[in-house]
């Protein structure tokens, strides 16, 4: 094998890493020029990076913000029981959804254009997730024809149009940044054609490096990104130093240094993959969690970065998958984890509403909560449909707080009423949603 084969992964739903090490290594030192380029260019800009990243950290969460319809949730035919997966859709409350077209399978462009027309007969909004494989670089005319395809037959089903996948991994069939530019320029001819808004650029995990090569050349109307945080554990844990709110407030520095200030962004893909789940698990070893570990991750990841401002939706991959998703279609009838109650409660109690500032119970107030106190305690109160709601939990030891307002009630992170009206509250890593009278 010399690098450009491809061959996907149905049970992960992500190709098989068949490129050999000698030839990563090969492409590496023929590309040695394309890194040298993004050096130079990250390095321009690494003080105006982390003095926007300084400003933007200083102010988080002490300000209320407007959460809008933010919370989504990917999904497939699901093995042609499309009606059963659109019904589950509907019943976590989402009305964002993010559906994939592959470039290698042309043959089921009708069936998902017939599976987006009934999610959009559902009130669901869809937004297109193109992706990709090395022969759409080797081949730039198909790659093209499929582009213009494809926004051809989408652009009246769905308002936004992601252009690539993770191609910071060479498994997706990208090997440097100058192939990614030339896969997605020839799209937003396309995009002005037809009408439709673009999203780019995709990249996967913590590698915000790429951007200031790219977004100067890609003006996508919306920037995006694969923001996995599952190698580190919970989203509080830090990489290098940094949490998933710091990344996503690293990310909105570079964004608006690279001349696309203003524009939204939004995170198109994360989970926590599933222990004991092989083959169908995305990965192996420590990313894998238990399914109320995913749970409790799921609303501590949604809950900071949406409060935080930088991020302006995010999307769950996926709604059906036996690795990773909200549901385990491994079972008959298909089983709902407690992920799917967490995302179902999550909507119920923020989507929509609007983000007041975090609670400090030892004091009177919304203030920035101290870390290390009360077990790293994390209250973000919000306010939707005339309820004043915080969603709660610890980080590390349980503590037993009580607030500065009187207790209404307390729900779990599933929804379920746990009682504690007026009194005091016991939180720990599973988030709780305790409401407060006016």
Known sequence: MNGDEFSWNPYADQPHNVAPRWARRRRHVRNIGDYFELAVKNLARTLPVLFRTRALLKTVHTRPADIGTAIGCSVSEAGGRSDEAIALLRETGVRLTLVRLASWEPERMPRIEAFIRDLRAEGFEVCLALLQRRRDVLDPGGWRAFLDEALGRFASLCPYVEIGHAW???????????????LAEPAFDAAARYGTRLIGPAVI????????????????????????????????????????????????????????????LWVTEVNWPLAGTHPYSPAEGKPNVGENEQADYLVRYYVPLLASGFVERI????????????????????????????????????????????????????????????????????????????????????????????????????????????????????????????
């Open 315 to 438: 999307y769950w991959w996926q709604l059906v998958a036996p690795g990773y998703g909200l549901i385990d279609s491994r079972e008959e009838p298909w089983r709902r984890r407690p992920s799917f109650r967490a995302m179902r409660t999550l909507v119920k109690r923020i989507d929509g509403g609007r983000f007041l500032g975090i609670m400090d119970v030892a004091e009177d107030g919304l203030r920035r909560t101290r870390r290390g106190k009360n077990g790293d305690l994390r209250a973000f109160l919000f306010r939707k449909n005339g309820e004043n709601v915080a969603a709660c939990w610890t980080t590390g030891r349980s503590a037993e707080v009580r607030f500065d307002r009187e207790v209404a009630g307390i729900e779990d992170r599933d929804g379920n009423a746990t009682g504690g009206r007026g009194g005091a509250v016991l939180l720990d890593g599973s988030p709780k949603y305790v409401l407060f009278k006016d």
């Open 168 to 182: 910071n991994r060479t498994k997706w069939g990208v090997w440097s940044h100058k192939e990614y530019i030339a």
């Open 205 to 264: 995990d913590f590698e915000f490096h790429l951007y200031p090569a790219v977004l100067p050349r890609l003006p996508f109307d919306v920037i995006s990104s694969l923001l996995y945080v599952d190698r580190v554990g919970a989203p509080e844990n830090g990489q290098f130093g940094w949490d998933a709110t710091a990344k996503a407030g690293l990310l909105r520095a570079v964004v608006d240094t690279c001349g696309a200030a203003g524009r939204n």
